[in-house]
């Protein structure tokens, strides 16, 4: 356990590999992924998505990962001791975000595991009598059983975390990553072997460009950005414990190809489904928790498939939540040189605290701020506003500030070439930024 001492490192490149895709990997992929490919058209879109996740998302995490492994520190730290400056600011942003986001993420978690729970409990005879939407209600209006919930994730979460970087999070996600992946293959084989399923197939698989606009090109981008866990310090706190002889552009291209593949397998598990039952494939986040059930009680076995499904989110959910809390950890332990029993344990109780108003917005026992939850509050700036802007100024920083450094970092010093360096550094430079600086703007609409 580092308390500023020796500093934790990932024991193998591939523990390295599973624990930055479990960050990258959360409930976006599995439920905003095929929701936003519905509203946008299918094939189309995911072609699209793709495309901007390896031009676009590989950059900016290859830069971040890079920042990361230079300094050997934490987000703050990072942007400190290789600039310093108003640049810390950056960092500052990144552990903002993780208090933040982890707040109100770790209540929609705690969801996912009252459903796992309530698949073979009751909610398939509810789903049965067209009730999801009455009892999703009931149960998110209900603030002790919500935050009950919340708090089993957050001490799951905690305790991964407090057990440091081998023994606790690469150790974890070694089992959760290919747990996951084992989960969305037996659902695809159930999924696409409904009567029905083809529908819902060709919808995913068959490109129809016309359905291509600037909004289109909007929603892509966004989702491109959002699932690789961009702009929020995870990658450069995880780049952190990486070992100097790694290469690193491969390793960031193996996060992106894994975390997208979770993204296209989990439509491949939502769409045959959904077309097989008749229901209407952009129905939006209400999908998840109310539309999907009713599907799957329409299958035999019914209560194993939403089982398995909802427990799918829950390893998901918990491979990002352990990149979120880490990020603010390590800020503690390396600035504040807590050790990481203590910088987990509080941080961990302080984020659960934060969430609480989430809980209590969601059940009308608190106002909204213009229209908004508190729920939604928090989500909106975060997202809208700290990871947009924590990317932007990542992609400024490699490009234009710490250029020298950063490609001493991505080549090894010379020892390790990589090729499409000098494009990198122009997406980085130019492209990145433009198309981050879209994603603000569009997205500070309240």
């Given at each position: 356990m580092s308390n500023g001492a020796e500093r934790e490192q990932w024991g193998s490149r591939l523990g390295f590999i599973l624990a930055a895709a479990?960050?990258?990997?959360?409930?976006?992929?599995?439920?905003?992924?095929?929701?936003?490919?519905?509203?946008?058209?299918?094939?189309?879109?995911?072609?699209?998505?793709?495309?901007?996740?390896?031009?676009?998302?590989?950059?900016?995490?290859?830069?971040?990962?890079a920042i990361g492994r230079a300094a050997q520190l934490n987000a703050v730290g990072s942007f400190k001791k290789l600039k310093g400056g108003a640049w810390t600011?950056?960092?500052?942003?990144?552990?903002?975000?993780?208090?933040?986001?982890?707040?109100?993420?770790?209540?929609?978690?705690?969801?996912?595991?009252?459903?796992?729970?309530?698949?073979?409990?009751?909610?398939?005879?509810?789903?049965?009598?067209?009730?999801?939407?009455?009892?999703?209600?009931?149960?998110?209006?209900?603030?002790?059983?919500?935050?009950?919930?919340?708090?089993?994730?957050?001490?799951?979460?905690?305790?991964?975390?407090?057990?440091?970087?081998?023994?606790?999070?690469?150790?974890?996600?070694?089992?959760?990553?290919?747990?996951?992946?084992?989960?969305?293959?037996?659902?695809?084989?159930?999924?696409?072997?409904?009567?029905?399923?083809?529908?819902?197939?060709?919808?995913?698989?068959?490109?129809?460009?016309?359905?291509?606009?600037?909004?289109?090109?909007?929603?892509?981008?966004?989702?491109?950005?959002?699932?690789?866990?961009?702009?929020?310090?995870?990658?450069?706190?995880?780049?952190?414990?990486?070992?100097?002889?790694?290469?690193?552009?491969?390793?960031?291209?193996?996060?992106?190809?894994?975390?997208?593949?979770?993204?296209?397998?989990?439509?491949?598990?939502?769409?045959?489904?959904?077309f097989?039952?008749?229901?209407?494939?952009g129905a939006g986040p209400g999908l998840t928790f109310i539309t999907l059930p009713n599907v799957f009680a329409k299958m035999p076995g019914g209560a194993i498939w939403s089982g398995l499904f909802f427990l799918l989110l829950f390893v998901a959910a918990l491979t990002s939540a352990i990149s979120l809390l880490e990020v603010v950890s390590a800020y503690f332990i390396d600035e504040m040189k807590w050790s990481r029993a203590k910088a987990a344990w509080i941080n961990g109780l302080v984020i659960f605290l934060l969430g609480i108003p989430s809980v209590l917005g969601l059940a009308g026992k608190l106002p909204k701020f213009a229209g908004r939850d508190f729920l939604d509050s928090a989500d909106f700036i975060a997202s809208n506003v700290l990871l947009p802007l924590g990317g932007l100024f990542i992609a400024l920083f490699v490009g234009w500030v710490w250029t020298e450094g950063a490609e001493k970092e991505v080549t090894n010093n010379g020892t390790k070439p990589f090729a499409l360096h000098t494009a990198w550094l122009w997406v980085c430079r130019v492209i990145a930024p433009i198309a981050i600086a879209y994603i603000f703007i569009t997205g500070l609409k309240w």
């Amino acid at each position: 356990m580092s308390n500023g001492a020796e500093r934790e490192q990932w024991g193998s490149r591939l523990g390295f590999i599973l624990a930055a895709a479990g960050s990258a990997v959360g409930l976006g992929n599995i439920w905003r992924f095929p929701y936003i490919t519905g509203q946008n058209g299918g094939a189309a879109f995911v072609l699209l998505y793709v495309a901007l996740v390896f031009i676009i998302g590989f950059s900016v995490m290859l830069a971040e990962i890079a920042i990361g492994r230079a300094a050997q520190l934490n987000a703050v730290g990072s942007f400190k001791k290789l600039k310093g400056g108003a640049w810390t600011i950056v960092g500052w942003m990144g552990v903002a975000a993780g208090f933040i986001i982890l707040s109100y993420y770790g209540v929609i978690a705690g969801w996912t595991i009252a459903y796992f729970i309530k698949s073979f409990t009751g909610l398939m005879q509810i789903a049965e009598q067209g009730k999801t939407a009455d009892f999703f209600v009931g149960f998110i209006t209900n603030p002790g059983l919500v935050i009950a919930w919340q708090a089993l994730f957050m001490l799951v979460t905690i305790y991964i975390v407090y057990k440091g970087i081998g023994e606790g999070i690469e150790k974890y996600c070694r089992v959760l990553m290919p747990a996951l992946f084992i989960i969305l293959l037996v659902l695809i084989v159930r999924a696409v072997t409904l009567p029905g399923a083809g529908a819902g197939i060709d919808f995913y698989l068959k490109p129809d460009f016309s359905k291509i606009t600037g909004g289109t090109l909007g929603a892509a981008l966004g989702q491109a950005f959002f699932s690789l866990s961009l702009g929020m310090g995870c990658m450069i706190t995880y780049g952190s414990y990486l070992d100097k002889k790694e290469a690193l552009p491969g390793a960031a291209a193996q996060v992106c190809f894994l975390d997208t593949l979770v993204a296209f397998l989990a439509g491949l598990v939502i769409f045959p489904a959904v077309f097989a039952f008749g229901v209407e494939p952009g129905a939006g986040p209400g999908l998840t928790f109310i539309t999907l059930p009713n599907v799957f009680a329409k299958m035999p076995g019914g209560a194993i498939w939403s089982g398995l499904f909802f427990l799918l989110l829950f390893v998901a959910a918990l491979t990002s939540a352990i990149s979120l809390l880490e990020v603010v950890s390590a800020y503690f332990i390396d600035e504040m040189k807590w050790s990481r029993a203590k910088a987990a344990w509080i941080n961990g109780l302080v984020i659960f605290l934060l969430g609480i108003p989430s809980v209590l917005g969601l059940a009308g026992k608190l106002p909204k701020f213009a229209g908004r939850d508190f729920l939604d509050s928090a989500d909106f700036i975060a997202s809208n506003v700290l990871l947009p802007l924590g990317g932007l100024f990542i992609a400024l920083f490699v490009g234009w500030v710490w250029t020298e450094g950063a490609e001493k970092e991505v080549t090894n010093n010379g020892t390790k070439p990589f090729a499409l360096h000098t494009a990198w550094l122009w997406v980085c430079r130019v492209i990145a930024p433009i198309a981050i600086a879209y994603i603000f703007i569009t997205g500070l609409k309240w």
